[in-house]
């Protein structure tokens, strides 16, 4: 199990130096590795100017990887693997920075998406054409082209949801229906119906309790003949989709009741199955295992207020700082993705301690991710790359270092 992450050997807190106080060299930096206390120390502004150069570094290499190279013509169009990741990295560097080139970039990576997706029976936002058309719509907004908003928009409401589409996050009606909220947040409230949505969600509650109701979960799912948990393929992701829809009271305790079941049945670490019956307490992921569910039982203790959720929430956290230094840098199960965790933690309780757990997993991404990977020691995953499973997610986080609190776990939290 041990040679899944890093043992964390980073102090338990360190206080932040005052904001005048002379920095230190990148020297005296440099000769701490593993522990990176004195980047820990500096004020917020010195450190938050050096989380966005690397970003800005890294953009830069994600995208002559990932587009560059492969002369605009890339294999993949996901946000997951593909080139949408790196559109959807460009768009964040741009909110960052506001750097106009950044915007054009995107927008020009979405239209090549757009092209490859075009006979794509994928209506996911991470991995299919549902994230396409949103995303170019999103983006054209920001650009002030109205005509291409509606070209966008138009074409996402052409998308039709195949019959025998699964339920989960990654390829399923949860991940159509999140396409929908992250339009209905950027655009307008109503620019996707609540028509549209209620009758994707009727399917979702429809399937749940069908599968449920041999079961002690009012809701179970399968998706390839597994009954999955964490948030890409089970139950944790598609808890989260529905607590951002409108639900009925009997749908709102299904939803309740369901977490509780994953809460009463995790294992005695504070980490949850991967799925029913899997009682190997190894992945602690944000795509199977605590960090998913963690990011889910938040959004619980947020729009139920029940202290059963945040106590649940805070134990998964537990499990992340102890387990979650991951020998991979990505989002869906990498560092990268763990660190969402405790910022996610931070905006909900407002404790110093998460931002400080935070900052200790950035600061560590940051400090030796590029050696680890150089000396094989760290995995940039299958697609060095790619939003969520390489480098292209450590970008987006250090981006997202510069303004803790308003941090949300790419294309998972709105
Ligand atoms: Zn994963």
Redo the contacts with the bound molecule.
């Keep these: 199990m041990a040679d899944r992450f890093f043992p964390n050997q980073m102090p338990h807190f360190v206080a932040e130096a005052p904001a005048d106080e002379l920095a230190p060299s990148d020297s005296d930096i440099a000769g701490d590795p593993l522990t990176p206390s004195k980047l820990l120390s500096l004020p917020h502004a010195a450190l938050s100017a050096r989380f966005i150069q690397t970003a800005l570094d890294l953009k830069e290499t994600v995208v002559r990887g990932m587009w560059t190279l492969s002369e605009r013509y890339p294999q993949d169009y996901t946000l997951y693997t593909g080139a949408l990741g790196t559109a959807f990295l460009a768009l964040k560097s741009y909110v960052v920075s506001n750097n106009e080139n950044d915007l054009k970039l995107c927008s020009e990576i979405v239209r090549a998406c757009e092209t490859l997706s075009g006979d794509s029976r994928r209506v996911s936002f991470l991995c299919g054409r549902a994230g396409v058309c949103a995303l170019g719509a999103v983006a054209a907004k920001l650009a002030n082209d109205g005509r291409l908003v509606d070209h966008y928009l138009e074409k996402f409401k052409h998308i039709k949801l195949p019959s025998d589409l699964p339920n989960e996050l990654l390829y399923g009606r949860a991940g159509f229906l999140w396409a929908c909220l992250f339009l209905n947040k950027h655009i307008c409230q109503h620019t996707i119906s609540k028509t549209i949505m209620r009758a994707v969600v009727d399917e979702v509650i429809k399937a749940g309790r069908q599968l449920g109701k041999n079961g002690k979960s009012p809701l179970m799912y399968e998706w390839h003949g597994k009954k999955y948990w964490g948030a ?1 393929h089970g139950l944790a992701g598609i808890m989260h989709v529905l607590m951002n829809m409108e639900l009925k009271p009997d749908e709102v305790e299904d939803v309740k009741n369901t977490l509780r079941y994953m809460i009463k049945n995790r294992f005695p670490s504070g980490n949850f199955h991967s799925s029913e019956g899997n009682d190997s307490d190894k992945l602690v ?4 295992g605590a960090p998913g569910v963690a990011l889910t039982l938040i959004k619980a203790a947020e729009v139920f207020g029940d202290s059963e959720f945040l106590q649940a929430a805070l134990d998964a956290g537990e499990v992340v700082w102890n387990r979650g230094l991951l020998k991979r840098v ?1 989002i ?3 560092i990268s ?1 763990n660190t969402y965790v405790f910022l996610s933690l931070y905006r909900l309780t407002g404790d110093p301690v998460y931002l400080y757990r935070a900052k200790a997993f950035a600061c560590f991404l940051h400090q030796n991710a590029q050696m680890l990977i150089s000396e094989g020691k760290m995995q940039s995953g299958d697609r060095p790359f790619s939003m ?2 390489g480098i292209g997610g450590m970008a987006y986080l250090f981006f997202d270092m510069n303004e803790p609190s308003a941090a949300r776990f790419p294309a998972y939290e709105l």
Excluded: D, L, T
């Design positions: 890409a992921h944000w795509c199977h990505g869906c199960h990498g993705g969520f499973e």
